[in-house]
């Protein structure tokens, strides 16, 4: 971004953008990690920004840290302070740097003309330690406490021998010593007294919570990028909360594997990106007609095919929405932060418990890799689902699909009490047994579609913020949601009425909830991951509202503030 | 004591005369061998006609995706390791649509049973080649007669040093019967490949021809022999062996998951202790 | 269907509706193929309606042939002439009889109170012989030339010794003879004097010969019914017509097989159904990414899952249109006749070798086992498509995704020049190798998307029939063609202004072809066989235009011209 | 004359160490070693480390889809023969997600060469169990060791009757090119799993673990004795053999299709005499 580009975005006071970058295999996610941990032990908020390759060594990668005293929602692009690794750091970010952002650089490097500190980083021990001393040269620059990363750093690497903790240490003091020692002024965060204890996680780790803490018992998956850990989060967890977490041959038995665990009682997820939900579809469809609860979630990354593995994008929506045949209910979820991630996955075990269909949760690598400070979650008050039909089972024989005015049919567990429990993929009767009755057949297909109404009414309003009849308002759904609500407030503090309506879950839409919204505005403008503005689609299909205006991103990076000033001003 | 009457008699969509009656009869002898009542038993399936077996049964059933039965099994089982869970699907089902699945439920030894009614034909679909047609075999799909050698399932169960396999011909329902029991009864992944005539769709592999050249192993074979049961599993053509080829004691893939042991993995419970523990580590 | 629902129906003068029932295996589509046959080349027109079970032997199909000296557009659902072949077939379709109608049955069973022939079925030899009587008496009753019903039946049966055809001829005869010594009166079809010369074939025959005449050199395929028949057709002409027809281990195999040949220069296809659909959405982004032409035939059925596998619906539009992870263009035909499903085939061919990218048939069973009258295909005018590039690659090295106005690249074949061909399915640089490039990254999506530019200005208008300021507009796609025009001048024969609004291709919509019909009109009702409406969403998606009446069929049923006017009733 | 640098030198995005790059030396050796022009040869790949390979090389490319490879060479293959088609990708691609591929290309005995970067693991998405990693394997995802048997690729292979089934080892370059070059001989289906040290995420099976394990067969190894040759496949852990394990002369699978002895299938033409003919059929 050059600086006439990003006129329209002032820097909030005390807020600090740090961007490590360099080869994958130098350690730069390591000092990111402590880093964050560190700076939200220190009472600050964090939004943090991954970007790399799909490559395990070399190329170039990127974690950045926006950092603040106040609330931090979004990610930013200009930077304030340019770790850089290795000199294509400088090369490609430092036309990026803030107007009083600097690169911290080791001595062999060129940082060109930007402003700079060199930083001796091996002048204190092996390539090993240049990591820390890195961590140590920042984290006295942004003012941390020495102790605090210190101990951060060590809980971080978990148990070592004495003498490398020890080792460890010292090149830590000696990095705040240097630096503290070093000509410059920099504008460090303000301290916070009594630092509120925060979680650090990602959009990923709190799904995976957030499961767990809704009852999970059964997670299959096939790895793919940026799905994976989930997966890795659970099976670290697995044995400790009882749960079972298994890597599947490929993504059609991972749901149908889920499928099966589910029939048998176990609230059960499987997680993928794009092109493994592709193989899942099926499955999808097989979850619809035996009316097994099933949570789908979906981390979106660049299609079509292997697209971009490693980046983000929000274009699965509509596939989302559509797939697999037939016709049946379904939601989907839209978590916009790490919190929601959390929540809105308890929901859709309880949607998916409930309503005995596939409940999708629609996340991206931008939200999966976004490490943010979160409020602890209270889980005293929080209770697992409970599968299956607890009252009685009042005429006999069971029947798994006996119809009813809600359409949700009372479900057993083979195995859980006396009766059989027959479940079909094929057209079947209340029994659960094949027929070609087409009067049954319709009946069933009347059933199926009325637990829409009942999900319908559990739709999370989307939210809206700001003006009343605003000159402008912008809709967004997902992970967009902190820099869409940011990019509101820029633009009103240049003095115009603006909006937000965001969109946590895009299905189903229920337009009593914002249709006013859209028509009070003078001007409506969608901010979307994708190149063709879906939710804009979806919105004029259930509402007849056209939306014209698109702030569109589909580059692999995540949308920013400045990404939706710059293509407002457009 | 459970008799065959409880497993029921339902109507059949079947074609009068064919195998999978017989097969049907047998895997209701070997149920009751096994004393297993109809609620301790799941029975999963695929699409096809072998597949609507187990509508033909009263049991708990799933009858899922074509070639996909395996997977769902796993999942059943896993969940809740108290059931007997059989799959029982066609050869298309299994080697065909399903033969990723059919690879890794050999290398889990997952405690499932898989019967194959192994017809060489896809039938449902009104007559194409299997994976399991002798090559030539022509149908209106393959008028040039089937390119592909034919997939032999239990030689290639046995090079992966499957926990049991078995082959057993619908046109001897008691040694069939025996056979299904034994393979419930036997703790990991059993493959049963039942040879079954298909009436209506395949005119060359017929009760006739599986009664011709199928033959019992005889006592002294030992199926604990991984090189002797190879050679035998690579039999196929004039001499088909029937019986219990290949049998072993192999790790159960349950013993892996210590949670396993604690009963069925029903939800409606969380240890909250314990994630609160794990919330803790997040901070 | 009662006579009071079916009021508002009246028959049309010399259309006779002729339905054969019995169990599967009696040999009843044999019966129905040779008159179907015999009736057009008598120079009637024909619309066949099969419904039939999933599975071989027993339970109760279906074979019904509307047959009229004028053209014949729809099936019926009243029934002139049943021919019941089992006892079953009276008890379910002798409701079904017309005021005129009558059955045709074996002496040993019952025909209630419905007027019937009773015929001595085993009286002129055995089992075997009965259907050729069955067909010799209905044959006279319509009045088919004898000669001319012999002469199609031993066509039909192909190579046979001179007994067994002089056995049928005998027993042919005598049921003609028997038939005219019946003492009943029934109006016969008018003779046609020289009937023109016709083509007897299905919708999938169709789509068969049309990818034929395309160039179509590779086809594969796993089977599923109702798409089967497609591959059937081609196996059979394979070795004549110098092609590959491939019976894959699975879907997701037959998509990438057919996307390899198509890359090295075979014009090539996949057909299934949408279960099989499912599984092949991933290859259909991955052609989409790479940009290879592949033509895919998905001929629906009800689902979720397996549904009812032998039956039709219109359910899996939505599924196709946004089938596959990522944002390209596509397009999809949906044939509303047996010509069309010829000549929408090549259609296919056309675009997707020209825009390489996917396209669809979207077709159902009803239509895929639809036996009609065509006019023969005059292919002597009729090319096959080319594929790749013909003109000089001017700018070396060879780029295959270089980029240009149109979206579209030069495609060489590998080996079909000195040049390299490079294809990936990351995003990727211009010559096609994988690449990280963000700005690359966002050319090509822009790229592809581009094609979508020219695919939409070769988009077949939606036919518009009728008045022209109608109180009634139906609107419709595919299979449901004849149907709807049908039932459309049954309201117009009442006195109501009506028009009716078909697309035989569903995507893309160009709003300008049709969008001043739709508001022309007092009342717009759509009309498809599935639950939710799929087209009127799309319509309003697209358009903003909201359809609040519709006329939805999801019983495993085709759409008839009754089962509208009962609808529009209600 | 062909020579090494008509195949190229890339950039690649491996890691110092990897074994991958042997396998590129060994394969562009091969090419050149087999006489093969680049615009002659097509390297279809999937996704993974390995699959990155076919970029790094002069020659046509199509980089499909993970596990999709073998369906889409076997298409390019069919559709044009003249083609020197040759799959090169992971355990995870072949043996995983494309599990049910290679069992068909085994049975069909198309002219296809399979060239597997087998480490055990799947690189690219951050050390997870392949279908190859040995049981006890501990990952991230695998934090109680893979719970599966290994999948042995070349019993499997040997068990079915492939055409041509070799190891060979990315530390024996010269072994390794000689054995592709043979593969690549070989009319039919051919499949040469590479032993390829991960130097990221497999620690366990390093380059020393191969070293110390594999051995090459004797030359009086007879590769068309079935009988041995099973028994020789079957052997992983203390010793693995390298060395082409078997082969035979199985009809190959395009000779079923009398159309392919015409030169590629390319489109443009259309035989409309015949065509019109088939048109009255219909009459
Ligand atoms: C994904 C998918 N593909 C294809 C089908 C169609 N189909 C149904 S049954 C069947 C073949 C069944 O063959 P087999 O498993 O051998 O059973 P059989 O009918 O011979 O007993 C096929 C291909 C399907 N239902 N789903
Ligand atoms: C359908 C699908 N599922 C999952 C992935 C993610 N994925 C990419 S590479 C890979 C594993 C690669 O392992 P392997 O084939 O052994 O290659 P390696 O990286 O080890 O060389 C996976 C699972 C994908 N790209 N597509
Ligand atoms: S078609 Fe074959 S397999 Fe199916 S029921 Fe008839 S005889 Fe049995
Ligand atoms: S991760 Fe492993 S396989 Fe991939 S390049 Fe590095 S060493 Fe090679
Ligand atoms: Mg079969
Ligand atoms: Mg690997």
New interface residues.
Partial sequence: MTDQESEGYTMTANIINLLIGGEAGQGMVTIGEILTRSVVSSGYSVVVMQSYQSRIRGGHNTFAIRMGTGEVIAPQESVDILVALDQDTVRIHGEDLSSEGFIVIDEAFEAAHHPCIKVPFKQWGTDAFSNIVALGVVSSLIGLNEELVSETMNKFFGKMDQRTVEGNRQVLEKAFQWTAEQPMSFQRLTRIPNPPDCLVMNGNEAIALGALSAGLKFYSFYPMTPATSIAVTLAGKAERMGIIVEQAEDEISAINMAIGASFTGAPSMVGTSGGGFALMTEGVSLAAMTETPIVIVVAQRPAPATGLPTRTEQSDMEFVLHAGHGEFPRAILAPGTVEECFHLTRKAFELSEQYQCPIFILTDQFLADSYRNVKPFDITNLSPVSPGFHGDISSLPYRRYSITKSGVSPRLLPGGSEHLVVVDSDEHTEDGHITEDLTVRRKMVDKRLEKGSGIRKEVIPPQIHGDERPDLLMTSWGSSKGAVLEAASHVRSRGKRVSTLHFSQVWPLVPEQFIDHLQAARDVVCVEGNATGQLARLIRRETGFFIGKRVLRYDGLPITPEYILRKLIE | MVTINDYGTYET????GCGNFSILEAVKQALVKSGLE???V?F?SG?G?AA?AP?YL???????????S???????????P??TVIVESGDGCN???????F??A????IDVTLLVHNNQV?????G??S?TSDEGFIT??????V??????PV??A????AGFVARAFAGLVDDLSDTIQQAIAHRGFSLVDVLQPCV??NKVNTFAWYKKRSYPLTQDYDPTD??AA??V??QWGDRIPLGVIYRNE?PL?EK?????G?G?????????T???K??EE??
Same sequence: chains 1, 3.
Avoid at chain 2, 106 to 109: A, C, D, G
Avoid at chain 2, 256 to 260: A, D, E, K, M, T
């Fill in positions: 969509a079947w074609c009068p109809p609620r301790q799941l999963v699409i006609q609507k509508h009263n049991v708990h059933v799933f009858n899922g995706l074509h070639g996909r395996l997977p769902v099994a796993t999942g059943a089982k896993l969940a809740n108290q059931l080697y065909g649509e399903g033969g990723n699945h690879l890794a050999i290398r889990r030894n896809y039938a449902l679909t009104k194409q080649a994976p209106k799909n393959q008028p040039g007669g390119a592909s050698a034919a997939f032999n030689a290639v046995v090079a992966m040093h209506s769709f991984w090189n190879i050679k599993a690579d192999r893939f892996h998951f210590p949670v396993l604690r069925p993995l029903t939800g409606g419970n969380m240890d909250r314990t994630l609160k794990i919330m997040y901070k």
